[in-house]
């Protein structure tokens, strides 16, 4: 029987916010306590509400995303008016960048001293508004649970993207309607009209030269049967970075990431498309680097959100709907009358993939980054999180076949921002959604440093995550793009320790890794340590011109 409440009842307000969330179907709640008692407190109170404090509002909105793209769901960030929701502000901004699920639930200061030096006053909805889907300042307590509520629902449904509820301080005081029982929000899915799905199945058959791009909007949906359409289609699949998962690497049809990420010379292929299918992707600026053909194909591009149409580049076909059930009508429609399939086609796919397996591995010696991740690789197989970093030397992971993914794998990575730290938060989430299994964190000796309090984050919740470290000493981006001892001596940093002997000050473990022969053995060490609920923090000494082919392929 469903749950039935007396429409009459009241309760304190953070009980009703709780609860509403509980009954909106999120399960994580991520914050500081207040000095007050408030959302965190009435939270832990609420079944199925799961409560973590993260010490600082910045690892923690980076946990609160890493979470929503691991666990598939929204998540809540709390936080309080002042410096509390502007420590979050980066995290924030790499949240919305990534289109994830992301509730906020703030306080404002009472009215009676704003605009007479308030303490801690600060409008976060106007330095917020132009990251967020939605915002709503909540003045009555009348208006809580719907606000809570349909922040919720926006954040599912409205991109996914960031959503903020701020709540005034005599309404967070005050006692709030208890609301009806609901049934949790579940993502609308819907399908385009007949007729466009023919004219794309039409024009997806005449093409001589598809090419698939899956973009981070594949990841909430079902696009199971996407090898199938590429099979149908005999045409090659690529993803942007967060779109990985879509599509099994090992299968014959995936040629890795698209734009910057893309591994030589798979650039042919992009080039002389004369048709994109686009997945879930707004073809972002990093998607369409090194390829000119998004300029002058057409494209057929699929999508649940309207403003995503044709931002990165001009669309013939826009299907507004849920990506899976369009790859599945199209699949449908091509199976029953098939695609025009050009032998030359297939050719050249075969001919990009051989010399793509050429980069998968190196000795040691030559590139220490692609000796670890063909280990780690060895090591942990594809039922892992991974999560990365967008540094210079660990943009190598984002490479195809280098590190090949299964669609088992969960995926976190930076979105157009690319915020440097963005990592051990992030993983610290991931890690708390699917602590069955390990989580590789893939990161440079800069982005560890700034993020290093994240550590203890993993020591208090028990997390069983693996960071390796690229050390290069120093920044490597910055120093790529420097010529000249002077100019480069600003781009060197000489840590008082070593990362892994930070790891053991944060009461995890820690390894050096200098000689190949012992990088197996290490990583089997931190994965068995995993297991049981503990960090690992693997060093990796990188050289400077330890640069992935894409970087070099693309000038930089």
């Not at 003045?139 to 919720?152: C, D, H, Y």
């Amino acid at each position: 029987m469903p749950e039935t409440r007396d429409e009459a009842a009241t309760g304190d307000c953070w009980s009703v916010v709780a609860r509403t969330l509980a009954d909106a179907g999120v399960r994580m709640v991520l914050g500081i306590p207040s000095d007050e008692p408030g959302l965190l407190d009435a939270a832990r109170e609420v079944p199925g509400l799961d409560v973590r404090v993260v010490g600082d509002q910045r690892i923690a909105a980076c946990a609160a995303a890493g979470h929503a793209v691991t666990g598939r769901g929204p998540v809540v960030l709390a936080l309080n008016s002042g410096p509390s929701f502007a420590n979050s502000l980066a995290g924030l901004l790499e949240a919305a960048s990534l289109s994830v699920p992301l509730v906020v639930i703030t306080t404002r200061v009472p009215v009676e001293h704003i605009g007479q030096g308030a303490f801690q006053h600060l409008e976060q909805l106007r330095m917020v508004e132009s990251l967020a889907g939605w915002t709503h300042r909540v003045e009555t307590p009348g208006q809580v649970s719907w606000a809570v509520r349909r922040a919720v629902r926006l954040a599912v449904d409205g991109g996914p993207c960031l959503t903020v509820v701020e709540i005034a301080e005599e309404v967070a005081t005050a006692e709030a309607a208890v609301p009806a029982a609901l049934p949790p929000v579940r993502p609308l899915r819907s399908l385009p009209p007949r007729d466009e799905l023919d004219a794309a199945a039409d024009a997806l058959r005449a093409a001589r030269r598809p090419v698939v791009v899956a973009g981070g909007g594949t990841r909430w949906a079902d696009v199971g049967r996407l090898a199938e359409l590429a099979e149908l289609l005999a045409c090659p699949v690529f993803t942007t970075a967060a779109g990985r998962g879509a599509v099994d690497e090992d299968h014959e049809r995936a040629f890795g990431l698209v734009g910057l990420y893309t591994t030589p010379p798979a650039h042919r292929l992009l080039e002389e498309a004369d048709l994109l299918l686009v997945l879930g992707s707004r073809l972002e600026e990093t998607a369409r680097m090194g390829w000119q053909s998004w300029r002058t194909a057409d494209v057929v591009q699929v999508d649940h959100a309207v403003r995503a149409f044709g931002e990165g580049c001009e669309v013939r076909h826009a299907l507004l709907g849920d990506v899976g059930l369009v790859v599945d009508e199209l699949a449908d429609r091509l199976a029953a009358r098939g695609a025009v399939r050009d032998p030359a086609w297939s050719a050249a796919q075969a001919e990009v993939a051989g010399a793509q397996r050429r980069h998968r591995s190196a000795r040691f010696a030559d590139s220490p980054v692609r000796a670890v991740l063909h280990a780690a690789q060895g090591v942990l197989g594809t039922d892992f999180n991974l999560v990365q970093e967008n540094g210079l030397h660990d943009i190598w992971s984002y490479h195809y076949p280098v590190l090949s993914l299964g669609r088992d794998t969960s995926v976190v990575c930076p979105g157009e921002q690319t915020m440097m730290g963005f990592g051990l938060g992030a993983a610290a989430g991931a890690a708390l959604a699917r602590p069955d299994r390990p989580t590789l964190l893939l990161a440079g000796d800069s982005a560890f440093r700034m993020s290093v309090g994240a550590l203890d984050v993993l020591r208090h919740h028990e997390l069983g995550v693996i960071a390796v470290v690229f050390d290069n000493g120093g920044f490597g981006w910055p120093r790529r793009s420097r010529t000249g001892d002077r100019s480069r001596a600003l781009t060197e940093w000489r840590a008082a320790d070593r990362p892994d002997r930070v790891a053991t000050a944060f009461g995890g473990w820690g390894a050096d890794v200098a000689d190949p022969a012992a990088l197996d053995a290490t990583l089997r060490e931190a994965v068995e340590r995993a297991g049981k609920g503990q960090f690992s923090v693997v060093r990796v000494r990188v050289p400077d011109d330890d640069v992935p082919v894409g970087i070099e392929a693309a000038g930089y």
